[in-house]
């Protein structure tokens, strides 16, 4: 699996994470092959959060990997935190709460990278940064990001904040690329050029932040995938064809497109099939041209000005 720095941090992590959010819909045996066929394939960058399954998913994952010393050294643990019930949550308390319960359900001391989870209204930065000093003098928490933060947010929780943001979990996918789509369609007046995020492509390549696509194969907001899909069809038969091309499946395609762009993107994949998998793995040897690129964009009907 080929790896990149996570932002501006010297820790090297594959170009694919391992989404965990449905682990807890498979039995203990199918949980256990597939953390193993994930690690066989050098995806060994685990992505949680305190919510999934109400905190069951990071148990789940701990009991099917066997937690120990020796396979702690060997795996890249994230979690997020600062959803609840009715509510977000980026107090000092709650944040140092919640990865108390990430840790205790992990079987681990410490986790690599922890991201706030969705933007809280009602922040107060100063809090966050001292949260922060507190669990990296601990040494629970190596690393720190964020998640759906637009780059206002980010600069708001850095002006209190020293360590530094290593990634920004951002929905993305070849249908649902609106950071993409404002930054080509610049000064036009149509659909495409709004910009509804504050140009956070843009800003976390000029700030060493890694993006991490979640969704990389929805439409819409979870209203399912676009592969296959006879929402799709122009879509689906570029994609198709790029897959006989490269003699690879039409997922692997799909991961391809993203990692093709230069910001060095990390997409989080939240499959539990092992092929599925396997075929996600597989698109971090794949490159595709710049044409093959435009092509895909133009065939989801994403337009050009």
């Avoid at 706030?116 to 003098?137: C, G, K, M, T, Y």
């Avoid at 929780?157 to 404002?182: C, E, G, H, Y």
């Avoid at 194969?217 to 899909?229: A, D, S």
């Amino acid at each position: 699996m080929r790896t990149i720095k996570l932002g501006s941090s010297s820790l090297e992590v594959p170009v694919v994470a391992v989404g965990c959010m449905r682990i807890n819909a498979i039995s203990k045996k199918e949980a256990e092959r597939f953390v193993q066929t994930a690690l066989e394939q050098g995806a060994n960058f685990f992505d949680h959060a305190d919510i999934y399954g109400g905190g069951e998913c990071e148990e789940i994952f701990a009991d099917a990997i066997q937690m120990n010393e020796a396979v702690r050294e060997k795996i890249i643990l994230q979690s997020k935190c600062g959803i609840r019930e009715g509510r977000f949550d980026f107090s000092k308390e709650y944040i140092l709460q919640s990865v108390d319960g990430i840790l205790q359900r992990l079987k681990t001391d410490y986790l690599d990278v922890l991201l706030l989870h969705r933007p809280d209204a009602l922040v107060e930065p100063e809090e966050v940064a001292e949260a922060f000093d507190l669990l990296e003098s601990s040494g629970k928490v190596r690393h720190f990001g964020v998640s759906n933060q637009n780059p206002m947010q980010i600069e708001l929780l850095k002006k209190f904040v020293r360590q530094p943001i290593v990634a920004n979990q951002l929905q993305l996918s070849i249908t649902n690329a609106t950071m993409i789509s404002s930054g080509i369609n610049v000064n036009m007046e149509n659909e495409s050029a709004i910009n509804r995020d504050g140009s956070v492509l843009d800003y976390c390549r000029l700030h060493d932040v890694t993006i991490q696509p979640w969704s990389p194969f929805q439409y819409g907001f979870f209203e399912g995938v676009f592969l296959g899909n006879d929402l799709f069809p122009e879509l689906n038969k570029k994609i198709d064809e790029l897959a006989e091309k490269y003699e690879v499946s039409n997922t692997t395609i799909a991961i391809a497109w993203l990692l093709r762009h230069p910001a060095n993107m990390q997409p989080v994949i939240g499959t539990m099939n092992l092929k599925r998998l396997k075929d996600c793995c597989k698109a971090s040897e794949i490159r595709l041209t710049r044409e093959e690129w435009y092509e895909i964009y133009r065939a989801a009907g994403n337009i050009l000005p």
